[in-house]
């Protein structure tokens, strides 16, 4: 067994009841004045966001709220984040939120302290001057952003595009999974299942390693109990449970910034942009079909992650084709598109199998053609 590994964390991760209103000595060690990035609402719904200036008023620290960022966060809006950030002269950023809130603060950061680059000039641009330092407070459980390198931004043209390396990793990450206790029923199932996504896609990605590997069993056993509770329509979860999602969503972060994603991510995109499903489904609803790859391409691996699950083969069929699921109709046309914009993607590659852009054309045709 090959068990040699690379693992870099440069955040620090802290967790524990009211880790984030015990953190003013963290703020101030950051700074005097703070740019604190939140989508809509929910950062004030689930508390987070009063917690976090419970804090920054104790640290006596200046602060300035800037909720503009979407679901699929715009290089635009982002930029103009970097903007305000440097207009108020912002010593360092919090994020918080699902993952749109958080790559979005991520890139802030970058546009903060660079005002050379705009717009989608994120992913050509050299960054010339440190980022912002950056704390992260996540609320969904699901991307596992707060712990990873990556920042999954919209271009100016509407497609995703991630932009990653060492400038894109948050400093401090205050991990309470409280904050996930109001995610709504859909949008709960939806992120578990992308946290489910990335833990098995990184696994058989052709650049795992040996502990990447660990966390994504880690992450499969903690994520697939609730699966069947999700197939039924009223289901509840304790505190307890939101709890083991919540670390589950990180461990799988740990295995994602070692493998990266593989076909079910780089189609799952699309779905986003074209379809506005939500990202979690969107990648989900190939996962049965890439399973069914890395089962031909390395047996071995399956059987270690039905192990990992704690339930059959059959029993893991049966729930995937339950749950994921998307109700929408692509014409051919589009398919076509897919086809010839997916001949480049590298998610393809990391794969375990050949499956190539066709055989993914042929999928969306099979789940989704007219
Ligand atoms: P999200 O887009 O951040 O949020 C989805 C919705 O959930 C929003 O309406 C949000 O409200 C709401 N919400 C968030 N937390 C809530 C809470 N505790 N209670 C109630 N509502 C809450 O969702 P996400 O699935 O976490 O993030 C998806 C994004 O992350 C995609 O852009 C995806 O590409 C990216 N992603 C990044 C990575 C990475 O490694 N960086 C990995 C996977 C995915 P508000 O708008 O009011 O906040
Ligand atoms: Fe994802």
Redesign the pocket.
Known sequence: MNTQFNFCMPAEILSGKDTVKNSENIFSSLGKKCLIV?????????G?LADVTFALKKAEIEYFVF?K?????LTRTCCEGGKIAREFGADFVIG????????SA?AICVYAANSHIVNDGIYTEEIKNPPLPLVLI???A????EV???????RENGR?Q?V?GKN?YAKYVLADPK??????AS?TV??AL?AFA?AVESYFSKKHDFLSRKFSCLAVGETVPFLSKFTNPDFTLTEKERDTLYFASLYA?FA??RGG?CFP?GMG?AL?EDYGV???MA?AVFIPAFLKEAKKGDAEGFAEIIKACGISENELWRLLNTLCKADITIPIEKIEEYRVRWATLKNFKNSPTDFNADDGASLVYNLFGE
């Not at 918080?96 to 790559?103: C, V």
């Open positions: 939140t989508g809509k609402s929910s950062a004030e719904k689930c987070a909720n960022i979407t679901e699929n966060p918080i939120g699902g993952g749109s809130p958080l790559d991520k996540g609320t969904t699901g991307t596992g952003s990873s390198g990556v920042s999954v931004l919209t995703k991630s990653s894109y904050y996930t206790y109001s995610l709504p949008s939806s992120t992308d990335h972060g994602l910034n994603t991510h995109y986003t939500p990202h979690g990648c």
